[in-house]
């Protein structure tokens, strides 16, 4: 079944549960292979939760999920530039259900569980644990690990700040392998995930001391030693779990395939002799958490047994295993059946469509049909057309991400290490890419545990250098751009880079392995924070591409398209925009264009906020209106902006309202949105003198509930939180009164770029080789610059120049003002001009500072040349200048 067609694009964007991809009939295996039956009532549940305001949930749990998705997190990059951080729309769904199922619906286990069962095909004995196990569902790449990361920050801090919780504050985080692990590592190591992402509210956010109280230590591996009865993290893979009796994997085993990658955890029930109480000690508290968790599809398996005596010992000592949290992508059964446990889905289609993750593209007819399994003995003489096809789509791939400073790097998936050490051979020899022995990364052991890339045996050190050597195969330092491997398919070789999958491996309807396993190697985006859609090809023999296809039936669209060595550029490839220095008839020199560079004039002087007399603000003052009990007693309020329940607070009968913890929550928004660091206790006595005498029509008492249900009326948040924004950016918004040049920028100097495929122009008179329009209007300017004479050079001001101009805004805050082009005349002169569409109460302020930065240049310089225009959109079309000249006299509406 198709998406529907108001699915969005947007992974930000909420998603209604009427919108969500659902299979149809004709999806293979039916509806117990596809969709988990208890998430359709749950989609449901939630959304109400969270229209609601999360009624229902702890204090503890509303702050943090206010503070995750209904606060904005401004985030600064290395250049300087700032980004709103937000999380995906499924992250946020995933962490909403588990805080809904244990604080509003008091899930404890399976027969809790049993109630949101939407088919009515479930029964107690598909659940084999009887603890609280719940299981999330999220495509390859899509960020699974920030769920993990969000959940175990709300049972810490739910254990830590609510009396009644029986959640944890130690945490057994489990991976299926080392691979898994070392990723596992380098997020948690030190913290790192928890204070670089904003999981971590800002101490004193509704009254916590939330950075401060959150002490953990992580323990790695044999490093397993509790410091503490709380605040532990034990990061191992699955193997340190089992007893000692269990044969561990090792560097001098004969066979080094369960080293290297882990081994499978199997068994029969009578294998697990499982002995935690060296990993438990005095812990009578613990949440255990799964990554990859596919695994645990057997009661009889080590892995489910391992977690089924960790919860008994448990109970032995008068508690038991807070929560099982399982996150993986493909929660299935070797039988194809979802696990029922699954609580929260983000199926690939959805992940695809929404750009997420990358999209998977086959060959189309004409190209597969040109594909052939030669009759050889020989395995690279057999495969030779499907692996020169990889190479030749791999090369288009690797010229274009070179350009940008990224690396693309080939999968070859074979069937047995012997034709794993043949095929990379066969690239050694046969394509001068590949030429160096450093170029092709080998992976797996040959019987008598010799790596491939080197002579010196089994050492513990080479396996350890292999294991780098894949993981660091992304960076531009590595000088690896191939894998050929049987293993790849095991979790945890999750590179960002691979944009070829070449699969030379006979599937079988019996394999464990599912499709997106397969394409999982190559989801991962390499440019995660752009909305530019992202491809991997696939290619492979016929057997291995019906196994790729089958991934049909779960609602993916695989696209096709041509390839080869003569196959031009598609339709939806990305753009790549550069300096064009490979065009002949183009004179660099001439066409660049050089733009001072000047420091910044506007600043914010952080005065003393005392200095904000709220007697004399200027605001039309609310009307104070009068609530019944019933209305008093739930106070909700909504984003001034958008509209969407920020804060909810509802009281009982014989609650006494808390009017600090209201005006709390207002002052931390208008810190906020102002960035203002410190001087909260001043501004909340500012606020506080404002509600009580000045903001409505009479001055009003504080401790009244019905004023706190008047503060939760839309028109009295948005004239506080205005108002007093207002007054603070009069306070200490300035503006320096000079700049001093520091530098230029020429646009020759531009790094490669890209950008979605739409609309260009391919120019004469510019230094790039593309100007795209951000709108139909650029493109017709741009059209007209290469047709006027008076024009030497023109250029779209792309973020990739960094040229842009801090100004105030309507608001009366600083932003930054990205003017549109540049073009340089046949008299020298440089102009900045700004082509205007729609109206935007910005303009006039945009162009002012534009005046007064030409003005600072030619003062600072007066032998510099630079003007600007602004063209507005009904008059280019209505007058139609045709030299720029003309443009300029015509286009005077900012000018002096």
Same mark, same amino acid.
């Given at each position: 079944?198709?998406?529907?067609?108001?699915?969005?694009?947007?992974?930000?964007?909420?998603?209604?549960?009427?919108?969500?991809?659902?299979?149809?009939?004709?999806?293979?295996?039916?509806?117990?292979?596809?969709?988990?039956?208890?998430?359709?009532?749950?989609?449901?549940?939630?959304?109400?939760?969270?229209?609601?305001?999360?009624?229902?949930?702890?204090?503890?749990?509303?702050?943090?999920?206010?503070?995750?998705?209904?606060?904005?997190?401004?985030?600064?990059?290395?250049?300087?530039?700032?980004?709103?951080?937000?999380?995906?729309?499924?992250?946020?769904?995933?962490?909403?259900?588990?805080?809904?199922?244990?604080?509003?619906?008091?899930?404890?286990?399976?027969?809790?569980?049993?109630?949101?069962?939407?088919?009515?095909?479930?029964?107690?004995?598909?659940?084999?644990?009887?603890?609280?196990?719940?299981?999330?569902?999220?495509?390859?790449?899509?960020?699974?690990?920030?769920?993990?990361?969000?959940?175990?920050?709300?049972?810490?801090?739910?254990?830590?700040?609510?009396?009644?919780?029986?959640?944890?504050?130690?945490?057994?985080?489990?991976?299926?392998?080392?691979?898994?692990?070392?990723?596992?590592?380098?997020?948690?190591?030190?913290?790192?995930?928890?204070?670089?992402?904003?999981?971590?509210?800002?101490?004193?956010?509704?009254?916590?001391?939330?950075?401060?109280?959150?002490?953990?230590?992580?323990?790695?591996?044999?490093?397993?030693?509790?410091?503490?009865?709380?605040?532990?993290?034990?990061?191992?893979?699955?193997?340190?779990?089992?007893?000692?009796?269990?044969?561990?994997?090792?560097?001098?085993?004969?066979?080094?395939?369960?080293?290297?990658?882990?081994?499978?955890?199997?068994?029969?029930?009578?294998?697990?002799?499982?002995?935690?109480?060296?990993?438990?000690?005095?812990?009578?508290?613990?949440?255990?958490?799964?990554?990859?968790?596919?695994?645990?599809?057997?009661?009889?398996?080590?892995?489910?047994?391992?977690?089924?005596?960790?919860?008994?010992?448990?109970?032995?000592?008068?508690?038991?295993?807070?929560?099982?949290?399982?996150?993986?992508?493909?929660?299935?059964?070797?039988?194809?059946?979802?696990?029922?446990?699954?609580?929260?889905?983000?199926?690939?289609?959805?992940?695809?469509?929404?750009?997420?993750?990358?999209?998977?593209?086959?060959?189309?007819?004409?190209?597969?049909?040109?594909?052939?399994?030669?009759?050889?003995?020989?395995?690279?003489?057999?495969?030779?057309?499907?692996?020169?096809?990889?190479?030749?789509?791999?090369?288009?791939?690797?010229?274009?991400?070179?350009?940008?400073?990224?690396?693309?790097?080939?999968?070859?998936?074979?069937?047995?290490?012997?034709?794993?050490?043949?095929?990379?051979?066969?690239?050694?020899?046969?394509?001068?890419?590949?030429?160096?022995?450093?170029?092709?990364?080998?992976?797996?052991?040959? /019987?008598?545990?010799? +790596?491939? %890339?080197?002579? @010196?045996?089994?050492?513990?050190?080479? &396996?350890?250098? !292999?294991?780098? *050597?894949?993981?660091?195969?992304?960076?531009?330092?590595?000088?690896?751009?191939?894998?050929?491997?049987?293993?790849?398919?095991?979790?945890?070789?999750?590179?960002?880079?691979?944009?070829?999958?070449?699969?030379?491996?006979?599937?079988?309807?019996?394999?464990?392995?599912?499709?997106?396993?397969?394409?999982?190697?190559?989801?991962?985006?390499?440019?995660?924070?752009?909305?530019?859609?992202?491809?991997?090809?696939?290619?492979?023999?016929?057997?291995?591409?019906?196994?790729?296809?089958?991934?049909?039936?779960?609602?993916?669209?695989?696209?096709?398209?041509?390839?080869?060595?003569?196959?031009?550029?598609?339709? /939806?490839?990305?753009? +790549?925009? %550069?300096?064009? @220095?490979?065009?002949?008839?183009?004179? &660099?020199?001439? !066409?660049?264009? *050089?733009?001072?560079?000047?420091?910044?004039?506007?600043?914010?002087?952080?005065?003393?906020?005392?200095?904000?007399?709220?007697?004399?603000?200027?605001?039309?003052?609310?009307?104070?209106?009068?609530?019944?009990?019933?209305?008093?007693?739930?106070?909700?309020?909504?984003?001034?902006?958008?509209?969407?329940?920020?804060?909810?607070?509802?009281?009982?009968?014989?609650?006494?309202?808390?009017?600090?913890?209201?005006?709390?929550?207002?002052?931390?928004?208008?810190?906020?949105?102002?960035?203002?660091?410190?001087?909260?206790?001043?501004?909340?006595?500012?606020?506080?003198?404002?509600?009580?005498?000045?903001?409505?029509?009479?001055?009003?008492?504080? %401790?009244?509930?019905?004023?706190?249900?008047?503060?939760?009326?839309?028109?009295?948040?948005?004239?506080?939180?205005?108002?007093?924004?207002?007054?603070?950016?009069?306070?200490?918004?300035?503006?320096?009164?000079?700049?001093?040049?520091?530098?230029?920028?020429?646009?020759?100097?531009?790094?490669?770029?890209?950008?979605?495929?739409?609309?260009?122009?391919?120019?004469?008179?510019?230094?790039?080789?593309?100007?795209?329009?951000?709108?139909?209007?650029?493109?017709?300017?741009?059209?007209?610059?290469?047709?006027?004479?008076?024009?030497?050079?023109?250029?779209?001001?792309?973020?990739?120049?960094?040229?842009?101009?801090?100004?105030?805004?309507?608001?009366?805050?600083?932003?930054?003002?990205?003017?549109?082009?540049?073009?340089?005349?046949?008299?020298?002169?440089?102009?900045?001009?700004?082509?205007?569409?729609?109206?935007?109460?910005?303009?006039?302020?945009?162009?002012?500072?534009?005046?007064?930065?030409?003005?600072?240049?030619?003062?600072?310089?007066?032998?510099?040349?630079?003007?600007?225009?602004?063209?507005?959109?009904?008059?280019?079309?209505?007058?139609?200048?045709?030299?720029?000249?003309?443009?300029?006299?015509?286009?005077?509406?900012?000018?002096?």
């Amino acid at each position: 079944m198709a998406l529907h067609q108001d699915f969005p694009t947007s992974p930000f964007e909420v998603l209604a549960p009427e919108i969500r991809w659902f299979p149809g009939d004709e999806s293979a295996g039916g509806l117990e292979s596809l969709l988990p039956p208890l998430v359709p009532r749950l989609r449901r549940e939630v959304k109400a939760f969270r229209d609601g305001g999360y009624v229902g949930a702890s204090e503890t749990s509303r702050s943090l999920l206010r503070w995750w998705f209904h606060t904005p997190h401004l985030v600064t990059n290395s250049d300087g530039t700032t980004y709103e951080f937000k999380y995906y729309f499924a992250q946020q769904e995933a962490v909403e259900t588990v805080i809904w199922l244990y604080e509003v619906a008091g899930v404890k286990d399976k027969y809790d569980l049993l109630r949101y069962d939407s088919l009515g095909r479930l029964s107690p004995n598909m659940f084999d644990e009887y603890w609280r196990r719940f299981v999330i569902k999220m495509a390859t790449g899509s960020g699974k690990t920030k769920v993990m990361s969000l959940l175990l920050a709300w049972s810490f801090f739910h254990r830590t700040y609510e009396e009644d919780s029986d959640l944890a504050r130690n945490f057994l985080v489990i991976a299926p392998n080392i691979i898994v692990l070392d990723r596992l590592y380098k997020d948690f190591n030190g913290l790192k995930i928890f204070f670089e992402d904003p999981v971590l509210p800002d101490n004193g956010y509704d009254g916590q001391n939330w950075k401060h109280d959150f002490q953990l230590t992580l323990h790695l591996q044999d490093n397993v030693n509790v410091i503490r009865p709380t605040g532990n993290i034990f990061l191992t893979n699955i193997h340190r779990v089992y007893t000692s009796e269990e044969d561990i994997p090792s560097p001098d085993d004969l066979d080094l395939m369960d080293y290297f990658l882990g081994k499978r955890p199997i068994g029969k029930t009578t294998d697990s002799k499982i002995d935690l109480r060296d990993v438990i000690g005095d812990i009578e508290e613990l949440v255990v958490i799964n990554d990859e968790a596919h695994h645990i599809h057997d009661p009889k398996l080590a892995w489910f047994k391992s977690i089924e005596d960790l919860h008994n010992k448990l109970q032995q000592k008068g508690s038991y295993l807070s929560l099982q949290l399982d996150v993986t992508a493909t929660p299935k059964h070797t039988n194809g059946a979802i696990f029922v446990q699954t609580i929260s889905d983000y199926p690939l289609v959805e992940a695809i469509h929404q750009n997420v993750v990358k999209h998977p593209v086959l060959p189309d007819q004409a190209s597969r049909a040109k594909l052939r399994e030669r009759k050889s003995a020989k395995y690279t003489e057999k495969y030779a057309d499907y692996i020169h096809l990889g190479v030749v789509e791999w090369r288009k791939a690797y010229e274009d991400n070179e350009k940008l400073g990224k690396k693309a790097v080939l999968f070859i998936m074979t069937d047995d290490t012997k034709n794993c050490d043949e095929v990379a051979e066969y690239l050694h020899t046969h394509y001068p890419e590949f030429e160096r022995r450093d170029s092709v990364l080998v992976i797996h052991t040959k /019987n008598n545990g010799e +790596i491939s %890339e080197a002579t @010196t045996g089994k050492k513990k050190e080479e &396996l350890e250098r !292999l294991r780098r *050597e894949a993981d660091r195969i992304d960076s531009n330092e590595s000088p690896y751009k191939a894998i050929v491997s049987v293993m790849v398919l095991k979790e945890g070789w999750d590179v960002r880079n691979v944009t070829t999958i070449v699969g030379l491996r006979p599937y079988s309807a019996k394999s464990r392995i599912l499709p997106e396993q397969t394409l999982g190697r190559g989801l991962r985006r390499m440019y995660p924070h752009t909305d530019i859609a992202e491809y991997v090809s696939v290619i492979g023999t016929d057997a291995f591409m019906d196994f790729v296809e089958s991934i049909k039936s779960e609602g993916v669209e695989l696209e096709r398209k041509p390839m080869g060595d003569s196959i031009e550029r598609g339709p /939806n490839d990305p753009l +790549i925009i %550069e300096v064009d @220095t490979e065009n002949a008839n183009k004179d &660099l020199d001439k !066409l660049d264009i *050089e733009i001072p560079k000047l420091t910044p004039r506007i600043y914010r002087e952080y005065k003393n906020l005392q200095d904000i007399d709220v007697s004399s603000l200027d605001h039309i003052k609310v009307p104070y209106k009068e609530f019944t009990d019933e209305e008093k007693r739930e106070i909700i309020f909504r984003d001034i902006t958008t509209n969407e329940v920020t804060h909810t607070t509802v009281l009982d009968t014989n609650a006494v309202p808390d009017y600090r913890m209201v005006l709390g929550y207002f002052t931390q928004t208008i810190m906020r949105e102002q960035r203002l660091i410190s001087g909260y206790d001043v501004l909340y006595g500012k606020v506080k003198e404002f509600v009580a005498n000045h903001l409505f029509e009479q001055s009003v008492d504080l %401790e009244d509930a019905n004023t706190l249900r008047n503060l939760s009326e839309l028109q009295a948040s948005k004239t506080l939180i205005e108002t007093m924004k207002k007054a603070i950016n009069e306070l200490t918004v300035k503006d320096q009164g000079d700049a001093q040049i520091q530098g230029s920028i020429k646009l020759r100097n531009t790094r490669p770029f890209i950008a979605k495929n739409q609309g260009y122009l391919v120019p004469k008179k510019s230094v790039f080789n593309k100007v795209i329009g951000d709108s139909h209007l650029e493109l017709e300017f741009a059209a007209f610059l290469e047709d006027c004479e008076d024009v030497v050079s023109f250029a779209k001001n792309y973020q990739a120049v960094h040229f842009n101009l801090d100004y105030i805004n309507a608001d009366g805050n600083i932003s930054n003002y990205y003017p549109d082009f540049f073009v340089k005349t046949d008299s020298g002169v440089v102009y900045i001009v700004e082509t205007k569409g729609l109206e935007d109460m910005d303009v006039p302020l945009k162009m002012e500072r534009l005046r007064q930065w030409c003005r600072d240049v030619m003062q600072e310089s007066p032998n510099t040349k630079v003007d600007f225009a602004c063209v507005d959109q009904e008059s280019f079309e209505r007058y139609r200048p045709t030299t720029f000249s003309e443009l300029v006299a015509g286009f005077r509406e900012y000018k002096d």
